[in-house]
């Protein structure tokens, strides 16, 4: 009997989205107007900041990288990242015209190790990009310590972390700036669409005219009705912007997202009870008084034990019509980066190893009880040997 394949990642899009995006088009103001206004309202009152505190854009990416050049990162400056990471975060710190430095994770939490990055601290490093993996917080207060004592900015790469919070307060609000993404896998999605915060008014003043070409006043504002406004370009910007479209999407999974969250997390303890006894490594309990974004569920695999290598469980759970996924391979693995500068995945060990022996098992709000049970038999029956 062949079973539906379960898509990983797939977003959980209701009738409110499909609702919403319709009377957006009906509207016919598709560009960035009041539906972004909204969005950008809605999430700064769901991390309390003010509306002043966000600027909507059309990827994490993009975030990363207005917020970086606003940060007054730039050539000639080294910025401390995690290698367990998508290449964005990497690839937003070289396109702002910096150098990247890795510094190893913790092997337990799977986060950037603060001892690794008072290590790799240079005179040369401008900012810090810690990136809270899966969505389980970094150690922030050591990394702010850091920040403070060495004089850096911090860039709080939040894709996995909407929901996180670390000692009562926020993710992305530690930083001066935090970088959200609303991608089809993340939790929650406009498409492709992101957001991000900023400690200070002016520097998300700045982010807004780098997202929209360098103009000093947006598009909706220029043609709205109480008359023609004059705009003038005052720097060299980018195309970010994020469309109403995108954020007709967004304001419902917004309104969703603690709903979602406890699924993911009732998902996520039942993975625990159930790979407790395989050869593995199982993601650790969140420490207490923050709470975790749960994104990702991740095993790392015992090369010792496991009967199966990671990639052959890949291979494996993929034939059995359950989609899984790789976060990730050590951006060090990579041959521009070993290109461009002599990484080797060797100069960070702990997420070298990590990243050949992980695996991703689905973890969206939408999995049903039976797609969960079809997940957990598989894994089972595969590591038990
Ligand atoms: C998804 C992701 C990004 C990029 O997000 P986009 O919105 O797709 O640009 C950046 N960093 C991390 C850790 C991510 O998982």
């Not at 400690?199 to 982010?207: A, G, N, S, Y």
């Not at 999974?253 to 406890?262: E, G, T, Y």
């Not at 060990?349 to 709000?365: D, T």
Request: proline fraction near 5%; charged fraction near 20%; hydrophobic fraction near 40%.
């Amino acid at each position: 009997m062949n079973q539906p394949f379960i898509t990983f990642g797939s977003p959980d899009i209701q009738q409110d989205e499909i609702d919403a995006v319709i009377a957006t088009m009906q509207s016919c103001w598709l560009g960035t107007g009041p539906k972004v206004a909204q969005l950008e309202k809605d999430f700064s009152r769901y991390k309390l900041v003010t509306s002043e505190q966000v600027a909507a854009v059309n990827s994490c990416t993009a975030a990363l990288h207005v917020s970086l050049i606003a940060a007054g990162v730039g050539p000639g400056d080294e910025v401390i990242t995690t290698p367990l990471t998508f290449c964005a975060t990497v690839n937003a710190i070289i396109h702002a015209g910096a150098t990247p430095v890795l510094a190893d994770i913790d092997p337990l939490t799977l986060n950037i190790d603060p001892t690794e990055i008072a290590r790799k601290i240079s005179s040369r490093t401008k900012a810090l990009v810690p990136v809270h993996f899966a969505g389980r917080p970094c150690e922030m207060d050591a990394i702010v310590q850091l920040a403070n004592q060495h004089q850096l900015k911090i860039i709080e790469d939040c894709a996995h972390a909407i929901e996180t919070e670390y000692r009562g307060q926020k993710a992305g609000t530690f930083g001066d700036f935090g970088c959200f993404s609303f991608y089809v896998t993340k939790n929650i999605t406009t498409g492709e669409g992101g957001m991000v915060i900023g400690k200070k008014i002016e520097d998300i003043q700045r982010v807004k005219i780098l997202a929209l070409h360098g103009m000093s006043k947006d598009a909706w504002k220029r043609f709205s009705d109480d008359g023609y406004k004059h705009y003038q370009v005052v720097e060299c910007g980018f195309k970010y912007n994020m469309m109403d479209l995108q954020a007709a999407i967004g304001i419902p999974q917004l309104a969703r997202v603690d709903q979602s969250w406890i699924i993911r997390q009732q998902i996520w303890q039942q993975y625990q009870q159930a790979f407790a006894d395989l050869p593995v490594q199982l993601p650790m309990e969140p420490q207490a008084d923050t709470r975790h974004g749960y994104h990702l569920y991740t095993l790392i695999l015992d090369p010792e034990r496991s009967p199966l290598s990671r990639d052959q469980l890949l291979d494996a759970m993929t034939k059995r019509g359950i989609g899984v996924g790789v976060h990730y391979m050590s951006l060090p693995e990579h041959s521009f980066y070993q290109q461009k500068f002599a990484w080797q995945p060797q100069q960070c060990p702990h997420a070298m190893f990590a990243g050949r022996q992980i695996i991703s098992l689905p973890i969206s709000a939408k999995l049903t009880a039976i797609e969960l049970q079809r997940v957990i038999s598989a894994v089972q029956e595969l590591l038990q040997g």
